[in-house]
């Protein structure tokens, strides 16, 4: 029970100390591995985000210049020529951003609509938004964005005033944000969960992936915790990317302005989603892990049993399983340093032992000490004691314990009668007895000097008529 004990002691030791490092280093390898896809989502985001600006950009520029070139046409050919109107006709259903072509008005309340459209009675043309707004581009720009009454879709009026004379005159066409909303719908195809269109002013949500949303004011008060967060963050005039918190989880936020508009395009990445896939790896990970714990322990425990029985086996008697002469002599020096004034050494020798291997064969010589090597190891079995033999019929024990003259008396003599007890009656002709030498340790000693005591000992009981112990201490030698 005490080898298992140790068994089992010494695996926990080794498990509760390899253990905790591979785990350690599977927790850093997933912090690194986390860490890094992060990093890689966060760098997906700032480029499609600007990608997709720039592809915005590029169409906004692209109307620009078309109308530029409308608005070039019209100033060479003059309003008095009647091509300038043919030519505006030609603008209807050419560019799917301005389906429904070009219109101007002037100072004096004429308007000219090249879709056919006809005012009412009580149409201003100075009054309109669109004119107030071109009255302050020398070039076609974007306007202020609105949301079409007539169909539900967000559309801004680029605007240019007109070199043109006598009258005040601007040329403008409704750009319809469909192209916009394709974008903010196609880049959250991946991870990218929200995208958005938004004015700098007003704030209005040019085109939202989530349609719903187009139209709305982006604002501290939108329904959307992410987008009240949003909000703040242009209030504060911050763009690029940084974190905030969401309806559902921490979102990373990019925020890019569009070079030929006064708009923002904003895109936000759960980071939830991102590490969604790292936990479905996460989880059988750990429980891999636990699993190679446990087969740690069974492998190291398999490998200590093996250990400590090769261990044993070095330090055994083959035959009779005690300690061999070695490991008996290493034992006793480390007690003696341990406790160098405490314990005798007891030299033990079977007498007529040679009588049963002559008579009675090898094979029940080996038996006989097994047997007694079994009584000896019963009889002194407390702690402290160490029993071992050293060859042949020669055992030897050593108590690290204080005894007295008396103690040590009484304890030989029953020792030397259960010898007689378990002997005497099955092999009687050969009378098998013990002879004892006993040397009694003090502060100087050595395992040479008592062994040297205890042997000399020994002669003196075997020299006595055998079949019984001699005691002898270092005074007694003169050394």
């Given at each position: 029970?005490?080898?298992?004990?140790?068994?089992?002691?010494?695996?926990?030791?080794?498990?509760?100390?390899?253990?905790?490092?591979?785990?350690?280093m599977?927790?850093?390898?997933?912090?690194?591995?986390?860490?890094?896809?992060?990093?890689?989502?966060?760098?997906?985001?700032?480029?499609?985000?600007?990608?997709?600006?720039?592809?915005?950009?590029?169409?906004?520029?692209?109307?620009?210049?078309?109308?530029?070139?409308?608005?070039?046409?019209?100033?060479?050919?003059?309003?008095?020529?009647?091509?300038?109107?043919?030519?505006?006709?030609?603008?209807?259903?050419?560019?799917?951003?301005?389906p429904?072509?070009?219109?101007m008005?002037?100072?004096?309340?004429?308007?000219?609509?090249?879709?056919?459209?006809?005012?009412?009675?009580?149409?201003?043309?100075?009054?309109?938004?669109?004119?107030?707004?071109?009255?302050?581009?020398?070039?076609?720009a974007?306007?202020?964005?609105?949301?079409?009454?007539?169909?539900?879709?967000?559309?801004?009026?680029?605007?240019?005033?007109?070199?043109?004379?006598?009258?005040?005159?601007?040329?403008?066409?409704?750009?319809?944000?469909?192209?916009?909303?394709?974008?903010?719908?196609?880049?959250?195809?991946?991870?990218?969960?929200?995208?958005?269109?938004?004015?700098?002013?007003?704030?209005?949500?040019?085109?939202?992936?989530?349609?719903?949303?187009?139209?709305?004011?982006?604002?501290?008060?939108?329904?959307?915790?992410?987008?009240?967060n949003?909000?703040?963050?242009?209030?504060?005039?911050?763009t690029?990317?940084?974190?905030?918190?969401?309806?559902?989880?921490v979102?990373?936020?990019?925020?890019?302005?569009?070079?030929n508009?006064?708009?923002?395009?904003?895109?936000?990445?759960?980071?939830?989603?991102?590490?969604?896939?790292?936990?479905?790896?996460?989880?059988?990970?750990?429980?891999?892990?636990?699993?190679?714990?446990?087969?740690?322990?069974?492998?190291?425990?398999?490998?200590?049993?093996e250990?400590?029985?090769?261990r044993?086996?070095?330090?055994?008697?083959?035959?009779?399983?005690?300690?061999?002469?070695?490991?008996?002599?290493?034992?006793?020096?480390?007690?003696?340093?341990?406790?160098?004034?405490?314990?005798?050494?007891m030299?033990m020798?079977?007498?007529?032992?040679?009588?049963?291997?002559?008579?009675?064969?090898?094979?029940?010589?080996?038996?006989?000490?097994?047997?007694?090597?079994?009584?000896?190891?019963?009889?002194?079995?407390?702690?402290?004691?160490?029993?071992?033999?050293?060859?042949?019929?020669?055992?030897?024990?050593?108590?690290?314990?204080?005894?007295?003259?008396?103690?040590?008396?009484?304890?030989?003599?029953?020792?030397?009668?259960?010898?007689?007890?378990?002997?005497?009656?099955?092999?009687?002709?050969?009378?098998?007895s013990?002879?004892?030498?006993?040397?009694?340790?003090?502060?100087?000693?050595?395992?040479?000097?008592?062994?040297?005591?205890?042997d000399?000992?020994?002669?003196?009981?075997?020299?006595?008529?055998?079949?019984?112990?001699?005691?002898?201490?270092?005074?007694?030698?003169?050394?």
């Amino acid at each position: 029970m005490k080898a298992k004990s140790r068994y089992i002691w010494a695996n926990i030791k080794l498990v509760s100390t390899i253990v905790p490092i591979v785990l350690i280093m599977i927790i850093i390898f997933f912090m690194l591995v986390r860490q890094e896809i992060l990093t890689l989502s966060r760098e997906k985001l700032s480029l499609e985000s600007q990608y997709y600006a720039e592809e915005l950009s590029a169409w906004a520029e692209s109307v620009l210049n078309e109308v530029t070139v409308y608005k070039d046409m019209i100033e060479q050919l003059g309003l008095e020529n009647e091509a300038v109107y043919e030519l505006m006709y030609t603008s209807v259903d050419t560019h799917e951003a301005y389906p429904y072509g070009l219109y101007m008005g002037d100072s004096l309340g004429n308007y000219f609509d090249a879709s056919g459209w006809v005012p009412e009675d009580d149409f201003v043309v100075t009054e309109r938004d669109w004119y107030q707004e071109g009255l302050s581009h020398s070039l076609p720009a974007f306007g202020e964005p609105y949301v079409d009454a007539m169909t539900g879709g967000t559309c801004v009026s680029v605007t240019s005033l007109l070199d043109t004379s006598p009258a005040m005159t601007v040329l403008s066409t409704d750009v319809y944000l469909d192209y916009a909303s394709r974008l903010a719908e196609e880049i959250t195809y991946d991870k990218i969960e929200h995208a958005l269109f938004v004015t700098r002013d007003s704030r209005l949500i040019l085109a939202d992936s989530d349609a719903a949303f187009t139209g709305t004011v982006l604002s501290s008060e939108h329904e959307s915790l992410l987008y009240q967060n949003i909000s703040r963050l242009l209030d504060a005039g911050q763009t690029g990317q940084t974190d905030i918190l969401g309806d559902e989880s921490v979102y990373f936020v990019s925020i890019n302005t569009i070079p030929n508009t006064d708009w923002y395009f904003i895109t936000c990445m759960n980071r939830n989603e991102v590490l969604k896939d790292l936990w479905r790896i996460e989880s059988p990970m750990l429980v891999i892990a636990i699993i190679a714990s446990a087969l740690l322990f069974c492998l190291s425990s398999l490998l200590s049993r093996e250990m400590s029985t090769i261990r044993t086996k070095a330090r055994m008697d083959s035959l009779t399983k005690l300690l061999n002469r070695e490991s008996f002599e290493e034992l006793v020096r480390l007690s003696l340093a341990d406790r160098p004034d405490k314990g005798i050494l007891m030299i033990m020798d079977m007498d007529n032992f040679k009588l049963i291997n002559d008579q009675l064969g090898h094979p029940v010589g080996d038996q006989v000490l097994r047997e007694y090597a079994s009584i000896l190891e019963n009889y002194f079995n407390r702690n402290k004691d160490i029993v071992g033999r050293l060859g042949g019929d020669e055992f030897a024990v050593f108590s690290g314990r204080d005894f007295s003259t008396a103690e040590i008396n009484g304890m030989l003599r029953k020792f030397i009668s259960i010898v007689h007890q378990n002997f005497d009656s099955k092999y009687p002709d050969q009378k098998l007895s013990i002879s004892i030498g006993i040397s009694l340790a003090a502060s100087s000693d050595t395992y040479e000097l008592l062994y040297q005591n205890a042997d000399k000992a020994l002669y003196e009981a075997k020299g006595n008529g055998k079949d019984q112990f001699q005691i002898q201490s270092s005074s007694e030698t003169g050394l």
